[in-house]
């Protein structure tokens, strides 16, 4: 395996994912969240960087293949338990990201089934907007989660455009996190069932 920019980048990526909860573990809040938050951001633009980069400088590999969608999967699976924890198993966060997590996990296997023929799911442009979403929600909800323990109210002002009384930034952040993680789970739900349905005539039996 030869260490180029984008691998080097892609193998950062899978570094940056148990680095989440460690913040929870050697931070105090907000801090943690803060910091979680910048780990997360970060890495996910690593995610852009890398297939950028790699066919930029045709720096294409397959150890990149391999570990890039790992890499994301890592990702979005483990700050999805952090946030799912400190929200205080919010049922609205928990059910997209049951969605989430089965899929990631449905398709992985599938995956290792087919084994060399394991090439017939490619990524799709769908795909990849499925993990820009998901990456975007867990951002604002990492944002929610922080600004939470600040508690920071709007201004009076801001009561004119038609937002109850008492309205916070964490709970405006809180809220549009939880509608981007929903239609990042469709996404997922729809990607996972073109995957399976793409696979369906290597799973038939043999007459």
Request: glycine share 10%; hydrophobic share 55%.
């Amino acid at each position: 395996m030869v260490w180029t920019i984008p691998n080097i980048l892609t193998v950062l990526r899978l570094c940056a994912a148990p680095g989440v909860p460690v913040m929870f573990l050697y931070f105090s809040r907000p801090w943690a969240d803060f910091l979680a938050l910048t780990l997360f951001v970060g890495a996910a633009i690593t995610d852009w960087f890398d297939g950028h980069l790699a066919r930029l400088w045709k720096q294409e590999s397959r150890f990149g293949a391999m570990l890039d969608p790992i890499a994301d999967k890592a990702m979005v699976v483990i700050a999805i338990f952090v946030i799912t924890g400190y929200s205080g198993m919010n049922p609205w966060l928990i059910l997209p990201a049951t969605v989430i997590v089965f899929r990631e996990i449905f398709v992985g296997g599938l995956r290792e089934y087919l084994g060399n023929k394991a090439g017939t799911l490619k990524v799709t442009k769908l795909a990849k907007w499925k993990t820009t979403a998901q990456m975007v929600a867990i951002g604002v909800l990492f944002l929610g989660l922080g600004l939470a323990t600040l508690d920071v109210p709007l201004p009076p002002r801001v009561g004119r455009v038609g937002l109850p009384p008492g309205t916070t930034w964490a709970g405006i952040a809180t809220w549009l996190g939880l509608f981007l993680i929903w239609v990042a789970a469709g996404l997922t739900a729809v990607t996972g069932w073109d995957y399976f349905r793409k696979s369906l005539p290597y799973l038939k039996d043999a007459p």
